[in-house]
């Protein structure tokens, strides 16, 4: 029976990521639960008007409605439904404006001119470019040239990045965090009023079914716990490859006390941009309580998988008080630890290397 077997694999993929290991099996069951939630409502309400008062349309019925009770508290965190966490900017509100969009280009896509058009428009003060290569740099070196400062680290293994700022660096590192090959910039910015943040942009491993998703993990939860002892105001953006309602981003924002602007407005779904039913959040911008919204959105993906994003932040001297971080306690600091740890202990290549060559 059609409806039997979908209400079983729903069961599987939504009870498998409450299991406590980092393999792609398990993990990669976090992505879809807008889609779980959305086919088990749809099957729900099919039953009630087709199914019958037999005992096996029962629990049919009733293991759709514990789907949907397990997938609902994860997606309803990402509508107006829920309380924002991140303060929208206010005009009384005194700061500077910071506008960054931060942009996957798909290390084999070739839309160069169109990609660097679209971002052109927008004209951002700080661009992020992930799975640069030598082809990408060349081909946004227009682009590349509006900024002054830029932190080069392109690799042709689909890890590549580019940092480029209209504020000076007033320091900036590139630094592969726990794995070899992928490269992460961390930064300390100046605005133009004199004030300072620290900026981390990072890509990490991507999960896949037949490995361990131990680089992502590892490397988001070494971020959470340097950012957490962090003095300045603080903002984390990239190609996270991780969604964002899953536990291990639910644990960087406890342990790294950042904000999350999408909570309480919508999804804002990144990935991937050639398949409108089969969409995630994959690009992420966290941050401090110092920054306040302005704007979110996506840009046009030229060619890309990943929508480029563009945010635009208020960036004030003082955290607003209404902006409260989730707590983080003793067992998730351990957990990122051990985490971490294993992330280090590994002897394997980035994963994925290879896909864009």
């Not at 008062?53 to 509508?79: C, D, K, N, S, Y």
Request: contains cysteine; hydrophobic residues 45%; charged residues 25%.
């Amino acid at each position: 029976m059609i409806f039997a077997a979908l209400t079983l694999f729903l069961v599987v993929a939504s009870v498998l990521p409450f299991f406590p290991f980092s393999h792609g099996i398990v993990r990669v069951g976090d992505f879809p639960r807008q889609q779980f939630l959305a086919l088990a409502a749809a099957l729900l309400l099919v039953s009630i008007f087709v199914g019958g008062e037999e005992t096996g349309w029962r629990v049919i019925q009733m293991a759709l409605a514990a789907v949907v009770a397990i997938q609902a508290p994860h997606i309803l965190r990402f509508t107006p439904l829920w309380r924002r966490q991140t303060a929208d900017a206010q005009s009384s509100d005194e700061g500077e404006r910071i506008r960054l969009v931060s942009s996957n280009v798909k290390m084999s896509n070739t839309h160069y001119r169109e990609l660097a058009d679209e971002i052109a428009a927008v004209d951002p003060d700080i661009l992020v470019l992930m799975e640069v290569d030598d082809n990408w740099r060349a081909g946004v070196a227009d682009l590349l040239a509006r900024y002054d400062h830029v932190a080069d680290a392109a690799r042709d293994n689909s890890y590549g990045m580019i940092v480029a700022s209209k504020f000076p660096f007033e320091s900036h590192d590139i630094d592969e965090l726990l794995t070899e090959g992928v490269p992460s910039v961390i930064a300390t910015i100046r605005t133009p009023k004199g004030n300072r943040f620290r900026a981390y942009f990072i890509h990490p491993e991507p999960p896949v079914p037949h490995r361990g998703t131990e680089g992502r993990d590892g490397e988001t939860a070494l971020v959470a716990l340097k950012v957490k002892d962090e003095k300045l105001p603080v903002m984390v953006t990239g190609d996270l490859n991780d969604v964002a309602w899953s536990v291990t981003t639910e644990r960087f924002r406890k342990i790294s006390g950042l904000l999350d602007p999408r909570i309480g407005r919508r999804i804002f779904s990144t990935f991937d941009a050639r398949f409108p039913l089969l969409r995630w959040p994959l690009d992420h911008l966290f941050h401090s309580a110092e920054f306040r919204l302005i704007d979110m959105k996506r840009l046009k993906p030229c060619g890309s998988d990943h929508f480029p994003v563009c945010f635009e932040l208020l960036f004030c001297r003082s955290k607003n008080a209404e902006s409260e971080p989730e707590a983080a306690d003793g067992d998730d600091i351990a957990e990122a630890r051990e985490v971490v740890e294993e992330a280090r202990a590994r002897d394997e290549e980035a994963i994925g290397t290879d896909w864009e060559k």
